[in-house]
């Protein structure tokens, strides 16, 4: 008989396991998400506003604050977590803290990735232009990474040697006008450039199979030194 019960106990534990890890689950300590967010700006052209923050498992009222401080020119509601407004500072690529916190004290954070680009420069792209991340390199640097963002080499070869497309090294001063549409059988790039786009791929294409064309590695990054 005992041995019974036993049975059945273990029978009633196993049959309810779901039901107490749901109760252990939902019984998880705060959180806010989306978690982390990318958000790339362009001087003085307005932010498209991040995530209202969804809070779980709060007690009461949550404020939002945010560290370290956000570029001039923007702002961040204590409210609903949300940045706005037109930066009017350059920033390189900062990771940002939301922190949530309730009447009872209940924290909990998230990521917020954000950069600031530049909108000048004599290129005519949109400042809506799609994935435009702030300068870390040279006007040649950024051109290389342009050259291999948009497939210039898939027609025109890694070098500007050509390839389907004429050769192109050394003759910059056309990149203006056919990326902007003016090419005859090229592909307009108008609505994918990032505001500095042609005056980089200019200065690339200007040193391409030049002396003073860096050497690359591994993708895009120039060699700092050829001596090692
Ligand atoms: C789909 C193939 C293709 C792609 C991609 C392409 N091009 Fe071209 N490009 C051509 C062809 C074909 C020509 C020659 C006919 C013309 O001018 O349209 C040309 C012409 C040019 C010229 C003028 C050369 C001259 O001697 O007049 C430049 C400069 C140039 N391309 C730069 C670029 C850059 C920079 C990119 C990337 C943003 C790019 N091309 C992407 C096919 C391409």
Not at 179 to 198: E, Q, R
């Amino acid at each position: 008989m005992k041995q019974t019960i036993f049975y059945f106990r273990v029978f009633i534990a196993v049959m309810t396991l779901p039901w107490w890890c749901s109760a252990y689950a939902e019984d998880g300590g705060p959180s806010i998400s989306p978690s982390s967010q990318s958000v790339i700006g362009t001087v003085n052209a307005a932010l498209k506003s991040t995530a209202i923050y969804t809070a779980r498992n709060f007690s009461g009222s949550v404020t939002y604050v945010m560290n370290p401080a956000l570029p001039l020119g923007l702002s961040f509601s204590s409210t609903t977590g949300v940045i706005s407004g037109t930066p009017t500072a350059l920033s390189s690529t900062v990771s940002y803290t939301v922190t949530a916190t309730d009447s009872k004290k209940g924290t909990a954070s998230a990521k917020i990735n954000l950069s600031v680009g530049s909108g000048s420069g004599s290129g005519s792209g949109s400042s809506s232009a799609p994935n435009c991340m702030a300068a870390t390199l040279d006007a040649v640097g950024e051109g290389r990474r342009a050259y291999l963002r948009l497939n210039c080499y898939g027609c025109h070869g890694m070098t500007g040697a050509g390839g389907m497309g004429p050769k192109i090294a050394g003759e910059g001063g056309d990149v203006s006008e056919v990326v902007n549409g003016g090419g005859d059988s090229m592909p307009s790039f108008k609505n994918y450039l990032c505001p500095n786009d042609a005056a980089n791929l200019t200065a690339y294409v200007n040193v391409q199979g030049t002396a003073a064309e860096p050497v690359w590695l591994d993708w895009w990054n120039a060699l700092p030194s050829l001596k090692w």
